[in-house]
């Protein structure tokens, strides 16, 4: 494993993410959360605690690289597609079917989060695909001839 690939496709996974979970949640979902706003923390209690989500978006996103690494087979975008789409799978069934059946969410906002989770989690696969290249050896002149 290269470390220093690992850290970056990482970081960059962890910031796109980021980018993803606002969009998801703040634009996209935002009219169901105002509806719902009697099941949540306020906006300034989730804020002071902001800081929670990110440590966990951080670790989730060093060990989503993680695994992919540990299997990883250097088939290009696809690889990152069906990575995705596993690992989207295998987090958002779940966490959307276990939220609505432990909370007095709607079924619509259970639907929303796996698609929405599916989705989002197969772009950082294609994310991940895309950063994590094998560095090719330089072509020797013994090579070359």
Do not use: C
């Amino acid at each position: 494993m290269n470390t220093k690939r690992w850290l970056i496709t990482s970081l960059v996974v962890f910031v796109v993410a980021q980018i993803l979970e606002f969009i998801i949640h703040a634009v996209i979902l935002s009219g169901i959360y105002e509806t719902t706003a009697h099941l949540w923390r306020s906006e300034s209690e989730m804020n002071s605690m902001m800081w929670i989500m990110w440590l966990s978006g951080l670790i989730w996103a060093f060990l989503f690289v993680y695994i992919f690494i540990k299997g990883y087979e250097g088939r290009g975008i696809m690889e990152g597609v069906r990575f995705g789409l596993i690992i989207g799978l295998f987090f958002s069934i779940p966490m959307s079917l276990g939220s609505y059946a432990a909370q007095p969410i709607p079924f619509s906002l259970a639907v929303y989060w796996f698609i929405f989770g599916v989705i989002e989690i197969v772009i950082l696969g294609v994310v991940t695909a895309l950063l994590y290249k094998p560095v090719q050896p330089p072509i020797s002149e013994t090579d070359a001839a």
